[in-house]
């Protein structure tokens, strides 16, 4: 129901009048990839997005993955990899401009706008795997968590105010109960520097059964600074999934892009999550992560990481070496 | 009767001689009309012509726009992110290189051109993102229109090089007589 709801909202958001597009563009991304954790997996991402004449933009993506091999975070940076062809981001928005001010309005089905969250960011980006602390299996903070509702920026583009209302709409294995859920950021940004903080009051999984009472409550800092091509931006993220637990970890990501390295973007993380639960059910994940994004010829990108987790997971071995490819078309 | 004379000689330097001439143009590839070809002809400027001093490559709805963008050397080139995600503007390869780094929505960055040249423009973080920048160093020049057309104003009659460019495809050299009347049909076979 949420999801036609969102979903009413960009055709009436889109259909403005004028109810004529202006631009509409089509975008499918087709991966497949192996890894050496025992995982194959291939999918693809089909979008499609524009703007009408009043400048509603739309944006809709349906993402379709196939996984075989045993379970891991493999290939989940940004996208599930089970569930068959599910339905993404579909929203529409509108950004107002008055003088110097910054006004944005976003109504529909929309990634959790919580720290780093854009799926440009973690898909195709270099990293095969999300970071611990945003991948849900580990009773963190999910990248495919999605929202249904609607949400407000306002600011200046030094410093901004992010707010999200609505009920959670995710995907992948875990889902949060249904029920309100807000999410505030505030970003502050300076020269090559971009700081945010983020907070998320939420209902959690359904699928953890009885034990896992109260609400979902999650607090984050991030950065991202980046000059002369290297980027480092990382996270911190501290809060408990439900009652009587807490999660807290975070990431530091380097990714170098240097006309010097030609096609090669060298990408490095280092990370770790603790998921503090009692004896028997606690986590204390560390991984570091190297590789590479390689720009092949024609649509082709290559992403290759070689891992080394020396604690924790469960189906992880020590060192694993993930690879993939990607082809990306745009009409 | 001297004021007359002083008066007419005022007239020619301030309005640098006869008046140019506007020539229509078309460009085509393979008998189509093709869209985002640049024309630009080596004739000198008949006034003092100053480099806009500034245009802009917007960032708008995860696309460049214009796709092309044709500037003259000098002009500086505003980039602002009318996008609610980041965006990573870069160029490395030929004309101009830079790296502008990350910047969120309502934020502008700016890149001087002061050489010619063709920049290949792309988005770090969305690889669907692409746009050209073609460096020319004369006032003359144009970017053909969705039906093919262009509009090269105020060029003073003579015959002078041309070229033409297009995405994706090999610069064309020639020669046009610039006079009344006169068309400059470019043709990509």
């Not at chain 1, 009051?201 to 059964?209: C, Q, V």
């Not at chain 2, 002809?41 to 917007?58: K, S």
């Amino acid at each position: 129901m949420a999801l036609r709801i969102a979903a009413a909202a960009v055709l009436i958001a889109a259909c403005g009048a004028p109810c004529t597009a202006q631009s509409i563009t089509g975008e499918v991304d087709v991966t497949g990839g192996v890894s050496t954790e025992n995982v194959r997996a291939g999918s693809t991402q089909a979008r499609v997005f524009g703007a009408n004449a009043s400048d509603w933009r739309f944006f809709a993506e349906a993402t379709w993955a196939a996984v075989n091999g045993q379970p891991s975070d493999a290939f989940g940076a940004a996208y599930p990899y089970e569930g068959g062809i599910r339905p993404m981001e579909v929203y529409a928005e509108k950004t107002f401009h008055p003088r110097s001010y910054l006004l944005g309005v976003r109504a529909g089905r929309y990634r959790t706008p919580f720290g780093i969250s854009s799926r440009g960011e973690y898909g195709y980006t270099g990293f095969v795997r999300a970071p611990l602390i945003r991948y849900g299996e580990h009773f963190a903070l999910s990248n495919t968590w999605l929202e249904h509702g609607v949400d407000l920026a306002a600011g200046w583009p030094r410093l901004s105010v992010e707010t999200s209302l609505g009920v959670p709409g995710d995907e992948g294995e875990l889902h949060r109960r249904r029920g309100v859920d807000g999410t505030v950021r505030i970003q502050g940004y300076y020269k090559a520097l971009i700081v945010g903080a983020s907070r998320l009051d939420s209902g959690r999984d359904r699928a953890l059964g009885a034990f896992a009472k109260g609400r979902s409550v999650f607090n984050g800092v991030d950065a991202r600074v980046t000059a002369a091509g290297i980027q480092v931006r990382g996270e911190w993220i501290f809060g408990r999934p439900f009652d009587g637990v807490t999660t807290t970890g975070g990431y530091v990501d380097l990714l170098v892009h240097r006309r010097a390295l030609g096609i090669v973007t060298p990408v490095a993380r280092i990370e770790r999550l603790d998921y503090e639960a009692g004896p028997y059910f606690s986590l204390y994940l560390k991984r570091v992560t190297g590789g590479a994004r390689i720009q092949l010829p024609g649509c082709f990108t290559g992403q290759i990481n070689a891992i080394h987790q020396p604690a924790g997971l469960a189906h992880g071995r020590k060192n694993v070496i993930d690879a993939g490819i990607t082809c990306s078309v745009r009409r | 009767m001297g004021y007359v004379w002083v008066g007419l000689l005022a007239l020619v330097l301030i309005g640098g001689g006869a008046p140019g001439i506007e020539v229509p143009g078309s460009a085509t590839f393979k008998d189509k009309p093709l869209a985002d070809a640049v024309v630009w002809v080596d004739a000198p400027d008949i006034r003092q012509e100053h480099p806009a001093p500034e245009v802009t490559l917007d960032q708008r709805n995860l696309s460049f726009s214009p796709h092309v963008l044709a500037v003259r050397v000098g002009t500086t080139v505003s980039f602002p992110n009318h996008d609610r995600v980041f965006h990573d503007v870069f160029s490395f390869r030929d004309g101009k290189r830079f790296e502008l780094g990350l910047y969120p929505v309502g934020a502008v960055k700016h890149v001087p051109f002061d050489r010619p040249g063709l920049s290949r423009v792309f988005c770090n973080i969305h690889p669907g993102m692409a746009a050209y920048i073609i460096v020319v160093d004369t006032s003359h020049f144009a970017v053909s229109d969705r039906q093919g057309n262009f509009l090269l104003a105020d060029v003073p009659a003579g015959t002078y090089p041309y070229h033409a460019w297009r995405p994706g495809g090999q610069i064309l050299n020639g020669s046009a007589d610039i006079r009344s009347g006169s068309r400059l049909d470019v043709q990509w076979r």
